[in-house]
């Protein structure tokens, strides 16, 4: 028995993830027992956390009878690129609307994998994402196809369930490893991940406290769009749960210089686990999270007797996008 029993899903990721010890790191900060959350090992086309929503979006397009898979990101959306992946796996064609132009040299990093991985990409320039994927599901219609929209990032009601039972997963592991959590750090961005999350430990009524660090939006748009889509999910697995913004634990003081730039903070981070742990962070997502966890043990919010699971969300193929910037010999002086 799960909290998703009787939910279509399809198996698209290497389930459970690891539950790892961070014995360097965490004797390198002097603070809280720290452990790592292994989604980028879920197996997809070098894995990421979206494997984890795409199990129920992929179960919900053949329900549906689809032919087609649409959905959008950025350029060098690990998304997208998990999207052409499973699309891939289960014969549907993917087309992906990405912002932006088309690179004016060779692709890398996510790019590169979704052209090997077989998806159209269509490019959205300066117009928005959304209205795209409208204009693409009507023509895809129009010409007898029955394509499915995935929303962005994954994060619908359906998409969310994913990371509701990725909770569960955590918390059976954790459990099993008579291991207490008392606060799981993630990275945050179109907000379907720490929603599911805060979903599955409600349902399951567990006491831990899950932060978001926010990668891309600031808090006055992700929480209240994350109090929908938790309360969404909550309906569509028949359970009466509440939610408001206090149920959200989220740090905008992150951001930086916003989405997709990361500073010296992120650079740090990168270098620390890599040296410390032999495990990769990128730049977007799971270095600013990182770093946004290494600032609060290092300020004292995050306190020496706490055990704190720091949920490895993916994005390392999106790395090889940055290698001018990961190998700047200004960052290093
Ligand atoms: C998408 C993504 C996130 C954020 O997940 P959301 O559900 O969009 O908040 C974090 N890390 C990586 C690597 C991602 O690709």
């Given at each position: 028995?799960t ?15 690891p ?24 197996g ?49 064609i ?25 998806a ?109 889509l ?24 992150y ?38 966890l ?40």
């Amino acid at each position: 028995m799960t909290i998703v029993d009787g939910i279509p899903r399809t198996s698209l990721g290497h389930l459970p993830t690891p539950l790892e010890e961070l014995y360097r790191l965490t004797a390198s900060l002097g603070g809280p027992r720290l452990l790592i959350k292994r989604d980028d090992q879920t197996g997809l086309a070098t894995g990421g956390n979206k494997t984890r929503a795409l199990e129920f979006l992929v179960a919900d397009a053949l329900v549906r009878d689809s032919d087609s898979l649409i959905t959008a990101g950025s350029s060098q959306s690990n998304h997208a690129r998990q999207t052409a992946a499973a699309a891939a796996k289960c014969g549907l064609i993917c087309h992906l609307v990405l912002q932006g132009e088309p690179p004016p040299g060779n692709c890398t990093g996510n790019l590169l994998l979704d052209d090997l991985l077989g998806a159209r990409v269509h490019w959205a320039g300066a117009r928005r994402l959304g209205q795209s994927m409208q204009a693409l599901e009507s023509e895809l219609h129009r010409v007898g196809h029955r394509p499915y929209v995935v929303p962005y990032g994954g994060s619908n009601e359906v998409g969310i369930l994913g990371y509701a039972l990725g909770m569960e997963e955590l918390h059976t592991q954790a459990t099993s490893q008579a291991i207490r959590l008392n606060r799981v750090v993630v990275a945050s961005a179109s907000g379907g991940q720490q929603a599911g999350l805060v979903l599955g430990a409600k349902a399951l009524g567990l006491e831990v406290g899950i932060l978001g660090i926010a990668a891309e939006k600031r808090s006055a748009e992700a929480i209240p769009f994350m109090v929908k889509l938790a309360r969404s999910g909550a309906q569509k697995l028949g359970l009466s749960l509440a939610f408001d913004e206090s149920d959200f634990l989220f740090s905008e003081q992150y951001l930086g210089r916003g989405y997709a730039r990361p500073g010296r903070a992120e650079w740090e981070a990168i270098r620390l686990l890599a040296s410390t742990e032999g495990i990769l962070v990128d730049p977007v997502y799971t270095g600013r999270a990182l770093a946004g966890l290494i600032d609060l043990v290092r300020v004292g919010v995050l306190t020496p007797d706490e055990s704190i699971c720091f949920w490895h969300t993916g994005g390392t193929s999106g790395m090889f996008a940055w290698s001018d910037w990961l190998g700047s010999s200004e960052l290093r002086s």
